[in-house]
């Protein structure tokens, strides 16, 4: 498995555009995690996956932002009427969580991110 | 989660050991302690975590304070690849998103 990786791995797009971003996470791997990072900043947390149910939103999920996890393996990430706020790097990072578990203890393993600039 | 604090940046020379501390007061008793790190145009990578007992792999070793508010990142012998952000993260029992602080920037000298 060669981890997790994202496509595109750059976009550069015009304010007002929508835009589509797509994870593949590791194969075996439940949970799946979207997070954002601008210039200097750590990640910041946008939505995460159990299989193809979507457990939880941070409130920096507008709502021109939607994510989807279909069939519980790859997902997708779309920025409806893009603004230049939006310029960041989207991360996304897969698990694997057993509910007997403590998901305390479940590392993330990250892809490499897909930089958006907003023009 | 709780917050962590961390020096915004660390300067070391190569093949000599860094410690890179962080101080987590307001820690509950099922928040572990994870490290991640970034190296340049990349994703986070995990290093270690912890929750009281000291801990050590093949990347590094965590020595937490027995209180545990704070811990430390120890890398035995820092070479030009471990340059990265360094961070610092308190992840509840049954939590699920990790959450990234500012994090400590290593420098390693030549």
């Known amino acids: 498995d060669t981890g997790v990786s994202q496509d595109p791995r750059h976009k550069i797009t015009k304010r007002g555009q929508n835009v589509t971003f797509r994870c593949d996470p590791i194969?075996?791997?439940?949970?799946l995690y979207w997070y954002r990072q601008t210039l200097g900043q750590g990640p910041e947390f946008l939505t995460y996956?159990?299989?193809?149910?979507?457990?939880?939103k941070s409130r920096l999920l507008s709502d021109r932002f939607s994510a989807e996890r279909p069939k519980g393996s790859f997902s997708t990430l779309e920025i409806q009427r893009t603004e230049q706020g939006d310029s960041a790097m989207y991360l996304c990072?897969?698990?694997?969580?057993?509910?007997?578990?403590?998901?305390?203890?479940?590392?993330?393993?990250f892809g490499p991110g897909t930089r958006l600039t907003v023009t | 989660d709780a917050k962590t604090t961390q020096p915004n940046s660390m300067e070391s020379n190569e093949e000599e050991p860094v410690h890179l501390p962080c101080n987590h007061s307001t820690i509950s008793g099922t928040d572990y302690i994870h490290w991640y790190r970034q190296l340049p145009s990349q994703g986070p990578e995990y290093v270690i975590h912890g929750l009281t007992s000291n801990v050590n792999n093949r990347m590094a070793s965590l020595a937490i304070a027995e209180d545990r508010k704070s811990s430390t990142l120890i890398l035995h012998r820092a070479t030009l690849r471990d340059a990265a952000v360094y961070y610092c993260?308190?992840?509840?029992?049954?939590?699920?998103?990790?959450?990234f602080g500012g994090g400590t920037r290593l420098m390693v000298k030549p």
């Open positions: 996956f159990q299989n193809e149910a979507q457990l939880e």
């Open positions: 990072a897969s698990s694997l969580f057993f509910s007997h578990g403590t998901s305390g203890n479940y590392e993330q393993y």
């Open positions: 993260i308190l992840r509840e029992e049954a939590g699920n998103m990790l959450t």
């Open positions: 194969s075996e791997h439940n949970r």
